[in-house]
């Protein structure tokens, strides 16, 4: 009786060692994961309160070919099934359940990005964010004004107000939440650049200052003569000469602009129209950047009230007219 309940007992540690040893195997080995077209990562959603064996089966269904009850088995026995993050994730080949249940844990969601350059229209950044990769248009259909109201600024403008940057995003994400990320970034950042102003300067404001950055975004084609650009415009500002900048102009005949600007059009008077007006235009006409941010409020010392561009992207700058028609004669007319 002895000897068969020690074979019972060797027979049964055997057998534990052997289910601990397939165990230990499996969770170090890559998942099966189903074919997915186009794409060999498969997507992973996991909805806000997924628990449990329904956890364990949502990750099946998302193309994991593995059993559903080991899954769970190995969720529960690690003793961190409860922190499980929801979220948008990515199954990629080569993950092991113990590199799944890591992923889930910590929330390394699959992340996608979005580009917003310097210098875009607000135009543009809907574009841009209409086709991002699976971020969800709420925005779509919605007026300006809506939008604005919807991510908390209503009655603001939408020009210049989302600072280009980067943006990563989880998949699914509303294209709003990503916009009024933008826009709190534009504020830190404008926030930032007025508190820096120099004494002297013309600008009433941080509006003012977000205007005129707006401008020279547009005005530089080549990044060190940023400040030699606000450098200009301030001067003019405050010597009352009109800004007379071709970008304003483009950007208020907007649709009508055909990528030709003709005398007619600085002739045509608009809101925008620096020729004609006065001052700023009524808000900026574009996003800028940091460093146009700060050519506007710490322009370069500088006599200069014209500027000409050389066709390198580099601008020559002239403090008198006579200088500045010399300069548009060299660079322009090739005399």
């Not at 060797?10 to 074919?35: H, I, M, N, T």
């Not at 604005?148 to 943006?167: K, N, Q, S, V």
Request: charged share 25%; proline share 7%; aromatic share 8%.
């Amino acid at each position: 009786m002895r000897r068969v309940l020690l074979r019972l007992f060797a027979l049964l540690l055997a057998a534990v060692v052997l289910l601990s040893g397939a165990a230990l195997w499996w969770l170090d080995a890559p998942l099966r994961l189903a074919p997915a077209p186009g794409n060999q990562a498969l997507d992973l959603e996991i909805e806000p309160g997924t628990m449990g064996r329904e956890l364990a089966q949502v990750v099946i269904s998302s193309g994991v070919q593995t059993q559903a009850s080991w899954l769970y088995a190995w969720f529960r026995l690690s003793g961190q099934a409860r922190q499980i993050r929801a979220g948008s994730y990515e199954i990629s080949p080569g993950t092991t359940p113990r590199k799944l249940l890591r992923m889930l844990v910590r929330g390394e969601e699959a992340l996608k990005s979005v580009t917003l350059p310097e210098g875009w229209t607000f135009a543009q950044v809907r574009g841009a964010l209409e086709k991002a990769e699976q971020l969800r248009p709420d925005s779509r259909g919605l007026s300006a004004e809506e939008i604005m109201a919807r991510i908390g600024r209503p009655g603001l403008h939408p020009e210049g107000r989302f600072f280009p940057d980067t943006y990563t995003y989880a998949k699914g994400s509303s294209d709003l939440a990503l916009l009024e990320r933008a826009a709190r970034a534009m504020d830190k950042r404008l926030e930032t650049a007025w508190a820096q102003r120099l004494p002297g300067t013309p600008l009433k404001n941080a509006q003012e200052a977000l205007i005129l950055a707006s401008i020279v975004e547009k005005e530089t084609g080549k990044p060190s003569d940023r400040a030699m650009i606000g450098g200009v415009f301030s001067n003019r500002l405050r010597s009352g000469m009109r800004l007379q900048t071709d970008p304003t102009v483009i950007y208020g005949l907007g649709d009508a602009f055909d990528g030709d600007l003709r005398k007619r059009d600085l002739l045509a008077d608009t809101p925008y129209n620096t020729y004609t007006r006065a001052g700023l235009p009524p808000t900026p006409i574009a996003m800028p950047g940091r460093a146009a941010l700060l050519a506007a409020v710490q322009p370069a010392p500088t006599n200069a009230v014209y500027f000409v561009a050389r066709g390198d992207g580099s601008s020559q700058f002239s403090a008198t007219l006579d200088e500045h028609n010399r300069a548009v004669n060299k660079y322009i007319r090739g005399k």
